[in-house]
């Protein structure tokens, strides 16, 4: 507190001029500009709104959630099959996913006998994808089925803390649902990420309410469903208490990834390895070299840039000071699980559109405390999305450069940048008092820029059907 003593005394008056004040004159509602008076009016409306959501019950809030997403995916789903002029199966991994789920249902559970080796991904992810392969197979079906996943993970959070932080849990799930990268993810892009969304929920929840070994066994199936889960694994474990809590805890994470695991290192051992060095350094055991649409990725192609084992060596180096910081507890739990994910996208050379989710989900109990954060990642999607176009080669060849694609990608990480700090700024100057576990307080300012935000991110997938609409009627 001594800082924060320090700096309200700077708020002193000078000797020889008396302390400023506000003496900027207030019209009365009559006088008020037309903008003034309209923009006072949609922001009172908005904050009407959110307040007005946070006091229904449970069930109707959900249902009100479940209409949103519908109307937010349908259209899209609709204008992609219908309208897009871009065939999008062969830049998807459609036909990956169809050979994998036929080989599950074959009886060939370690998939041993596709044609292309899930050496990508971890074991659960392939079996999620089995229902959509039943419903055709096709990238509309694929979209069809992945759109819910965002969903699923917006109740999570919703049922998950509602009780406890009601303002919290609506602004979560309202985020979860209208961020570009969710809807982008599942109906545009048809891409397996987004079926991790409810395990990163579940383990958000979990920690937020301090229900460690929950978050830790959630972490554990997260690792065999799409590994991304483990970024935040050490500070799940080292936010318990002493040394047997944290072995507790790291039991409780350990536990499901073995079970889970086991039949797949005694069916396929190498399996294992060949998802190791994927992850590891972004790497297919089939290419030379490594995807994605990081920064580092188009670097690579400039002048072979920086190494990628220099590059996972720094990650894992501030990942230990950001692990050490949350165990002497000089970081907050919630404050060390959002940043070791922030440096993790701005330092891992393997980074895909899909992967963003993640980011906004580890970030949510700041980003609904602090709007300008929730508006500054709304503007990131625009970005990547334009660098992910640019990776597969389907916008026109003119702008097909690897300086574009360095500036697009550089934009992003500078985003992410802007993003974590605005999101520390307000955790710095807001230490909570509710428990050294609370998340940040949501003000009333707050919970109505989180709306707001909401709105723009909805808005936005409108605005996407509209533009998909319009190059389709152009191009026929």
Same mark, same amino acid.
């Given at each position: 507190?001594?800082?924060?003593?320090?700096?309200?005394?700077?708020?002193?008056?000078?000797?020889?001029?008396? /302390?400023?004040?506000?003496?900027?004159?207030?019209?009365?509602?009559?006088?008020?500009?037309?903008?003034?008076?309209?923009?006072?009016?949609?922001?009172?409306?908005?904050?009407?709104?959110?307040?007005?959501?946070?006091?229904?019950?449970?069930?109707?809030?959900?249902?009100?959630?479940?209409?949103?997403?519908?109307?937010?995916?349908?259209?899209?789903?609709?204008?992609?099959?219908?309208?897009? *002029?871009?065939?999008?199966?062969?830049?998807?991994?459609?036909?990956?996913?169809?050979?994998?789920?036929?080989?599950?249902?074959?009886?060939?559970?370690?998939?041993?006998?596709?044609?292309?080796?899930?050496?990508?991904?971890?074991? $659960?992810?392939?079996?999620?994808?089995?229902?959509?392969?039943?419903?055709?197979?096709? @990238?509309?079906?694929?979209?069809?089925?992945?759109?819910?996943?965002?969903?699923?993970? #917006?109740?999570?959070?919703? $049922?998950?803390?509602?009780?406890?932080?009601?303002?919290?849990?609506?602004? /979560?799930?309202?985020?979860?649902?209208?961020?570009?990268?969710?809807?982008?993810?599942?109906?545009?892009?048809?891409?397996?990420?987004?079926?991790?969304? *409810?395990?990163?929920?579940?383990?958000?929840?979990?920690?937020?309410?301090?229900?460690?070994?929950?978050?830790?066994?959630?972490?554990?199936?997260?690792?065999?469903?799409?590994?991304?889960? @483990? @970024?935040?694994?050490?500070?799940?474990?080292?936010?318990?208490?002493?040394?047997?809590?944290?072995?507790?805890?790291?039991?409780?994470?350990?536990?499901?990834?073995?079970?889970?695991?086991?039949?797949?290192?005694?069916?396929?051992?190498?399996?294992?390895?060949?998802?190791?060095?994927?992850?590891?350094?972004?790497?297919?055991?089939?290419?030379?070299?490594?995807?994605?649409?990081?920064?580092?990725?188009?670097?690579?192609?400039?002048?072979?840039?920086? #190494?990628?084992? /220099?590059?996972?060596?720094?990650?894992?180096?501030?990942?230990?000071?950001?692990?050490?910081?949350?165990?002497?507890?000089?970081?907050?739990?919630?404050?060390?699980?959002?940043?070791?994910?922030?440096?993790?996208?701005?330092?891992?050379?393997?980074?895909?559109?899909?992967?963003?989710?993640?980011?906004?989900?580890?970030?949510?109990?700041?980003?609904?405390?602090?709007?300008?954060?929730?508006?500054?990642?709304?503007?990131?999607?625009?970005?990547?999305?334009?660098?992910?176009?640019?990776?597969?080669?389907? $916008?026109?060849?003119?702008?097909?450069?690897?300086?574009?694609?360095?500036? $697009?990608?550089?934009?992003?990480?500078?985003?992410?940048?802007?993003? #974590?700090?605005?999101?520390?700024?307000?955790?710095?100057?807001?230490?909570?008092?509710?428990?050294?576990?609370?998340? *940040?307080?949501?003000?009333?300012?707050?919970?109505?820029?989180?709306?707001?935000?909401?709105?723009?991110?909805?808005?936005?997938?409108?605005?996407?059907?509209?533009? @998909?609409?319009?190059?389709?009627?152009?191009?026929?």
């Amino acid at each position: 507190m001594g800082r924060y003593a320090e700096d309200a005394s700077h708020r002193s008056t000078h000797p020889e001029r008396p /302390a400023r004040r506000y003496t900027r004159t207030h019209h009365a509602p009559d006088e008020a500009a037309p903008g003034t008076r309209l923009l006072q009016a949609v922001r009172e409306r908005l904050g009407h709104t959110g307040f007005f959501l946070v006091s229904l019950p449970p069930a109707r809030f959900l249902a009100l959630l479940v209409l949103l997403h519908l109307v937010l995916v349908v259209p899209l789903l609709f204008v992609t099959t219908h309208f897009l *002029p871009l065939d999008r199966a062969p830049t998807s991994d459609v036909h990956i996913f169809n050979e994998r789920a036929a080989a599950i249902l074959s009886g060939d559970f370690a998939m041993q006998t596709t044609r292309i080796l899930p050496a990508d991904t971890p074991p $659960l992810v392939n079996y999620l994808l089995v229902p959509a392969y039943l419903m055709g197979g096709t @990238i509309d079906a694929y979209g069809t089925y992945l759109s819910f996943f965002p969903l699923l993970a #917006a109740g999570i959070l919703y $049922l998950g803390l509602h009780a406890s932080q009601s303002r919290f849990a609506v602004g /979560a799930a309202l985020l979860t649902v209208t961020h570009p990268t969710a809807w982008a993810t599942s109906t545009l892009m048809a891409q397996d990420e987004v079926l991790l969304a *409810p395990v990163f929920a579940l383990v958000l929840v979990g920690l937020v309410r301090m229900r460690l070994g929950s978050a830790a066994a959630w972490t554990g199936v997260g690792v065999l469903t799409k590994a991304w889960t @483990i @970024i935040g694994a050490p500070i799940v474990v080292l936010a318990a208490k002493g040394l047997i809590g944290k072995s507790r805890v790291f039991v409780a994470g350990i536990l499901p990834a073995l079970v889970l695991g086991l039949p797949f290192l005694l069916l396929a051992p190498e399996y294992m390895a060949y998802v190791t060095r994927f992850y590891g350094g972004g790497v297919r055991p089939d290419r030379d070299t490594p995807s994605g649409i990081s920064f580092w990725r188009f670097l690579a192609d400039l002048n072979g840039g920086i #190494a990628e084992a /220099a590059l996972i060596a720094l990650l894992a180096v501030v990942s230990v000071v950001l692990w050490w910081l949350v165990a002497r507890r000089w970081m907050h739990p919630l404050a060390g699980y959002a940043a070791v994910h922030v440096v993790f996208f701005l330092l891992y050379p393997k980074i895909h559109f899909g992967y963003y989710l993640f980011l906004v989900i580890a970030l949510l109990p700041f980003l609904v405390a602090r709007a300008r954060a929730a508006f500054l990642l709304l503007v990131l999607p625009a970005v990547a999305g334009l660098t992910h176009l640019l990776w597969l080669h389907v $916008l026109p060849g003119s702008i097909q450069t690897l300086g574009i694609r360095l500036v $697009l990608s550089s934009l992003t990480s500078a985003v992410v940048i802007a993003t #974590a700090w605005t999101a520390a700024r307000h955790a710095r100057s807001h230490p909570s008092r509710g428990g050294a576990y609370a998340p *940040p307080s949501v003000t009333d300012n707050a919970f109505t820029g989180t709306v707001t935000v909401a709105l723009l991110g909805a808005l936005s997938a409108i605005g996407t059907v509209a533009v @998909i609409t319009t190059w389709g009627l152009s191009a026929a």
